[in-house]
């Protein structure tokens, strides 16, 4: 069974930085396209940052320059450090993944989440002004 477990979410004031985790178990995902989603109630949820396996990496432009995606495919880990936070940034944030080959082939941020099969429980980012 796929399961994605988040850690990291807390409250942080503006302009400070926080790092979420991400542990993937009962699958191990060769060739696959990771990301970390964000939802605020009453919003879609937005794409904020994609890494695909051969290393491409792609941000929704509300977040470049201020946040930076990692993985780690022997720990089967995906990381998000969040530099520079602002109120706006307010979400629960949530880590992604998916094999399939279409999904590998639009690894990036205009990618819908809809396409992503698997997903963790979430874990919130609250940023105080």
């Known amino acids: 069974q796929v399961k994605l477990v988040e850690s990291g979410g807390g409250s942080v004031q503006t302009g400070g930085s926080r790092k979420l985790s991400c542990v993937g178990s009962g699958y191990r995902y060769t060739d696959h396209c990771w990301a970390w989603f964000r939802q605020v109630p009453g919003q879609e949820r937005e794409g904020v940052a994609f890494?695909?396996?051969?290393?491409?990496?792609s941000y929704a432009d509300s977040v470049k320059g201020r946040f930076t995606i990692s993985q780690d495919n022997a720990k089967n880990t995906l990381s998000l450090q969040m530099n520079s936070l602002k109120p706006e940034d307010t979400a629960m944030y949530y880590c992604v993944a998916d094999p399939s080959a279409l999904v590998r082939l639009r690894c990036g941020a205009d990618l819908a989440a809809v396409n992503f099969g698997d997903w963790g429980q979430g874990t919130q980012v609250t940023v105080s002004s």
């Open positions: 890494i695909n396996s051969d290393g491409s990496i």
